[in-house]
Nanobody, 112 residues
Framework: QVQLVESGGGSVQAGGSLRLSCAAS????????MAWYRQAPGKQRELVAT???????AYPDSVKGRFTISRDGANAMIYLQMNSLKPEDTAVYYC??????WGQGTQVTVSS
């Protein structure tokens, strides 16, 4: 059974930082592309960051230079370091595998 469990969300002021974590189980972690998505109220789910099995990363322009995705193969974890947060980063953040498994999400709220 595949499980993805996010943690680390919370409330922060603009300019602050948060680090999200995702613990994966039930998958061959080292083979999977992993990703972070987010969904703000009334908006479509948006891809935030991806990381391949060889640690190649990609980001949309909206977070490039502020967010960093990383993975720890030994512990089947992925992380999202978020710096210089903006109010528009407020959303529920989801961890996902490249083949369609999702976590339950963690709320990030950035106040101005």
């Amino acid at each position: 059974q595949v499980q993805l469990v996010e943690s680390g969300g919370g409330s922060v002021q603009a300019g602050g930082s948060l680090r999200l974590s995702c613990a994966a189980s039930g998958i061959i972690f080292r083979r999977n592309v992993m990703a972070w998505y987010r969904q703000a109220p009334g908006k479509q789910r948006e891809l935030v960051a991806t990381i391949t099995s060889d640690h190649t990363t990609a980001y949309p322009d909206s977070v490039k230079g502020r967010f960093t995705i990383s993975r720890d193969g030994a512990n089947a974890m992925i992380y999202l370091q978020m710096n210089s947060l903006k109010p528009e980063d407020t959303a529920v953040y989801y961890c996902a595998t490249g083949n369609g498994y999702w976590g339950q999400g963690t709320q990030v709220t950035v106040s101005s």
